[in-house]
């Protein structure tokens, strides 16, 4: 394997590792600064990616750059499926602590005590 791919193989692992690090909590347990560099990081990870490719097009990828690819497109998956769920909650929260829940039962409007239950 040439310079290049070993390059761009570690490049994938790298983005992966911060991908999970994301989805599993471990950037929510660091200070925000450090998360931020973090985040910072895996945009400048995916910049020096994305200029390796440019320089590769024509060639076809290495067996080992394709699984390195497949593990970072998995956990981009994860992440993703993982960050709408959690929208989901917060917005079914959000709609909870603004009055949106279940019916509940009748309510009087000027008080909002329940007066009656079906």
Sequence with gaps: MDDALQRECRLLRRLARLFRAEREGALARRPVALATRLIERRGL???QLLALERG????AP?????AAARALAAEIGAARRDAETRI???????????GE???????????GR?????
């Design 88 to 98: 989901d909650r917060l917005r079914r929260e959000l709609r909870a602590l603004g």
């Design 62 to 66: 290495a067996p080992e750059l394709r």
């Design 101 to 111: 829940g279940a019916f509940t039962g009748m309510r009087n409007l000027a008080a």
């Design 56 to 59: 590769r097009r024509d060639a």
């Design 114 to 118: 329940v007066i009656g239950r079906g």
């Design 45 to 47: 990870l995916i910049d």
